[in-house]
């Protein structure tokens, strides 16, 4: 059940058998799967996974191309409270080891908050990343184009990409890196560099060999209508016509509160085995948080893969049922 | 576009980026990705994919959980056709490593059939299983049932089979221990071994200490109506009642055109690393073929494994676009 400040008190009392934290397309997935496994499943959901911002979600299995990411979202909050399980919107503050059990701590509410805690056997970190904008004094502008033609992921948006006029938005020379990826679909590239980092002389040379362009005059606004961007304005007044854009200045995990478990990782993402168990064994990881590919479809079947662990430890841990009679 | 025997004289002369065995849902969602990456794809289908057979896809992230497994296909080939791909009904009868590339030799129509060789860089195995299911005189009587109330994955629809009585029907002492994962969801389990295998003591005894009955008789037919299973009627004339089943009798691995190359393999299952691939670096198998979970999902998954794996392979190996003036 969808649960509130008014009525969230028993699910206080009992042992979960698993907390998901996230409600976006990995966590759905794992919560629909540990219902059906008939283990009590509790998401805490923040809001606003990165699929909620997808305008299109374009390569997802089974859906029309132009499904918006929060369709999915909404469809699969329905699937999980429809097998009995239980979501709530609210922050995870902390999570503690109690040795058998986790104690999650969250906040509720960003007005009188109201803060609690829940018990679960099992952990699902699904709270994924959310990816760093440029940062403009009207961020309205750069919210108006994101997700429509000005993207933040090469392999689900290159294709769109093809053969246009391309400004790719990097923060660092490593995630500037992208520009020779991108150049598998178009060949027209201006790197903007926004004043953030230094171009150095390899790169300045790689580039100029392929004849991609490099800006690094700051970027006053994006120009556009209809949330299809058409150029930028820098702050010198000048005017870089652009038929699309790449966003490329790295993510920010949403995990702070597993910080404390000193989980393996690589680069920023959690080490998992096949099945998504981190390096704690009652601490899965999914989706973006995670090594891999940042796709929807590989975060619903990281969900199918936590869950289906999950209920194989705890079911090799229980007596079967036997006849009632 | 859609290849058929008057067509498919042209994509004969070409060398696919990729060449796709089956289109189910892991070869769909990899042709989607590969057309996404601007490869060249075919997927070469023969029909009747696993999920071709499912009544209700209960656990796929942003479907509704009724949706039927072909719908999910329609929706993918159509998806995939929309995106310039090719897809031709035949079956594979033979690969053959020529080095930069395979020849691919296919059967079209089953009247009048027409012999033909594709060539590609790269083969993603993706025909996947389908299941062994009770062999009787009149089959029609099994299909009637299969996929509706009587299921072939206890992962999938062990929640269909909550506290019900069910008939598990297996081949072989080996499927017969899904037995005690189904005691997760009920305790009333009567195991068919249908006369084709005999019960040692140890798995009698495990049976009998949980209350799980044995019937040996070979089944005669399957009993209910409206595709509802309500029963089985033994070859001796006694009728068994139940009210679900889940038949285990092994499956048939779709993949007799990768024999001699001589794959790693774990069981049947084709061993992959992390992106999908064999043993064979330009060979990636996904879905049911490969060692995992046989799910939608996962095998939605491994075909955007794949796909970018061999994205990144061929773009690594080719220089990016320039500017065109």
């Given at each position: 059940?969808?649960?509130?400040?008014?009525?969230?008190?028993?699910?206080?009392?009992?042992?979960?058998?698993?907390i998901?934290?996230?409600?976006?397309?990995?966590?759905?997935s794992a919560?629909?799967?540990?219902?059906?496994?008939?283990?009590?499943?509790?998401?805490?959901d923040?809001?606003?996974?990165?699929?909620?911002?997808?305008i299109?979600?374009?390569?997802?299995?089974?859906?029309?191309?132009?499904?918006?990411?929060?369709?999915?979202?909404?469809?699969?909050?329905?699937?999980?409270?429809?097998?009995?399980?239980?979501?709530?919107?609210?922050?995870?503050?902390?999570?503690?080891d109690?040795?058998?059990?986790?104690?999650?701590?969250?906040?509720?509410?960003?007005?009188?908050?109201?803060?609690?805690?829940?018990?679960?056997?099992?952990?699902?970190?699904?709270?994924?990343?959310?990816?760093?904008?440029?940062?403009?004094?009207?961020?309205?502008?750069?919210?108006?184009?994101?997700?429509?033609?000005?993207?933040?992921?090469?392999?689900?948006?290159?294709?769109?990409?093809?053969?246009?006029?391309?400004?790719?938005?990097?923060?660092?020379?490593g995630?500037?890196?992208?520009?020779?990826?991108v150049g598998?679909?178009?060949?027209?590239?201006?790197?903007?560099?926004?004043?953030?980092?230094?171009?150095?002389?390899?790169?300045?040379?790689?580039?100029?060999?392929?004849?991609?362009?490099?800006?690094?005059?700051?970027?006053?606004?994006?120009?556009?209508?209809?949330?299809?961007?058409?150029?930028?304005?820098?702050?010198?007044?000048?005017?870089?016509?652009?038929?699309?854009?790449l966003?490329?200045?790295?993510?920010?995990?949403?995990?702070?509160?597993?910080?404390?478990?000193?989980?393996?990782?690589?680069?920023?993402?959690?080490?998992?085995d096949?099945?998504?168990?981190?390096?704690?064994?009652?601490?899965?990881?999914?989706?973006?948080?995670?090594?891999?590919?940042?796709?929807?479809?590989?975060?619903?079947?990281?969900?199918?893969?936590?869950?289906?662990?999950?209920?194989?430890?705890?079911?090799?841990?229980?007596?079967?049922?036997?006849?009632?009679?």
């Open positions: 059940m969808k649960l509130t400040k008014q009525n969230l008190q028993p699910a206080t009392e009992k042992i979960y058998d698993t998901v934290v996230g409600g976006g397309a990995g966590g759905l919560g629909v799967y540990l219902q059906r496994y008939l283990l009590n499943t509790l998401i805490i923040k809001g606003k996974a990165r699929s909620f911002w997808m299109e979600l374009h390569n997802y299995l089974g859906l029309p191309p132009d499904t918006p990411g929060r369709s999915v979202l909404r469809q699969g909050k329905e699937h999980f409270l429809s097998l009995g399980g239980d979501l709530l919107d609210a922050y995870v503050e902390e999570v503690i109690e040795g058998e059990t986790f104690a999650v701590k969250v906040k509720v509410g960003r007005n009188n908050s109201q803060y609690h805690t829940f018990r679960t056997k099992y952990l699902i970190a699904a709270s994924g990343i959310i990816d760093y904008l440029p940062v403009l004094e009207n961020m309205r502008n750069v919210y108006d184009y994101a997700g429509h033609n000005l993207h933040v992921c090469l392999i689900c948006d290159g294709y769109e990409m093809t053969d246009k006029k391309v400004g790719v938005f990097a923060s660092s020379a995630n500037a890196e992208v520009v020779f990826p598998w679909f178009t060949g027209e590239i201006t790197l903007f560099t926004q004043g953030l980092f230094e171009v150095n002389d390899d790169l300045r040379n790689r580039l100029e060999v392929l004849g991609y362009k490099i800006e690094e005059t700051p970027v006053e606004q994006f120009i556009g209508e209809d949330h299809q961007m058409t150029g930028v304005e820098l702050t010198d007044g000048r005017v870089v016509e652009l038929e699309t854009g966003i490329s200045m790295g993510s920010q995990y949403h995990a702070t509160y597993l910080n404390k478990f000193d989980l393996e990782k690589q680069g920023g993402n959690l080490v998992t096949k099945m998504a168990r981190t390096s704690h064994p009652r601490i899965f990881a999914i989706g973006d948080l995670k090594v891999g590919l940042n796709q929807v479809v590989i975060a619903a079947a990281d969900g199918a893969l936590a869950a289906t662990q999950i209920w194989r430890d705890i079911r090799r841990s229980t007596p079967p049922k036997t006849p009632t009679k």
